[in-house]
């Protein structure tokens, strides 16, 4: 079945203590993409990568880094988490000029 | 800049309604593409439909239909006989064919509540 995984799909973790959202797609997808989910303020882009080892900085990417070191892993590291990025984070994956395919979401609460 | 607005931020029907949810966009790309998406309860984001600018034809699959007008920079979607499991929040949104990465900018969405 062609999707996007992430895991975990929850997490609470403490202030400081890194961690790492993995994401994976088997659709030989080029593009992948990290969205945070927040109420009041929607869905917005934190990274992006075009190709393997290609990525960019998305709307908010502060407090966060990405990796592409092969074409179907995206993870997203947090490598000192604070309150303000908890959030329901979403990984995506696309073809050039096609639409995203969303993975199931991660909602990680930082205390 | 790109930016999507769905007006409505809320709507309640009853089953078997129709409900209209509606999108506007803005961008200066004469080339670009819009989506609907949805987030039921359980949180996941499902892809519902791509358009591109290039393609007027309204669509229909099973009760959803899209209306898309770019006179009007608009890509509104209607339910018909809405049933319960419709009941989720709603997100259009629109990406830029000059956006990297297929960016894409999410309208603010729209939670449909569908009673029985």
């Known amino acids: 079945e062609a999707q996007v995984t992430q895991n975990p799909r929850y997490l609470i973790t403490v202030t400081g203590k890194k961690l790492t959202v993995t994401c994976s797609q088997n659709?030989?997808?080029?593009?992948m993409s990290w969205y945070r989910q927040d109420p009041g303020l929607g869905l917005r882009q934190i990274y992006y990568s075009m190709n393997v080892e290609v990525t960019d900085k998305g709307d908010v990417p502060e407090g966060y880094k990405v990796s592409r070191k092969e074409k179907r892993n995206f993870p997203l590291i947090l490598e000192s988490p604070s309150p303000n990025q908890t959030s329901l984070y979403f990984c995506?994956?696309?073809?050039?000029?096609?639409?995203?395919?969303f993975g199931s979401g991660t909602r990680l609460t930082v205390v | 800049a790109q930016k999507v607005t769905q007006a409505q931020t809320e709507i309640s029907v009853v089953e078997k309604e129709d409900v209209t949810l509606d999108c506007v966009y803005e961008t200066r790309d004469t080339t670009y593409y819009l989506f609907w998406y949805k987030q039921p309860p359980s949180g996941e984001l499902v892809f519902l439909i791509r358009r591109n600018s290039f393609d007027e034809q309204n669509e229909i699959s099973g009760r959803y239909s899209w209306n898309f007008q770019k006179s009007t920079s608009s890509f509104n979607f209607t339910i018909t006989a809405s049933q319960v499991v419709d009941s989720a929040v709603y997100f259009c949104a629109l990406s830029e064919n000059k956006a990297a990465g297929n960016k894409l900018t999410f309208g603010g969405g729209t939670r449909v509540l569908v009673k029985p």
């Open positions: 995506a994956s696309s073809l050039p000029g096609d639409g995203y395919t």
């Open positions: 659709m030989n997808h080029e593009y």
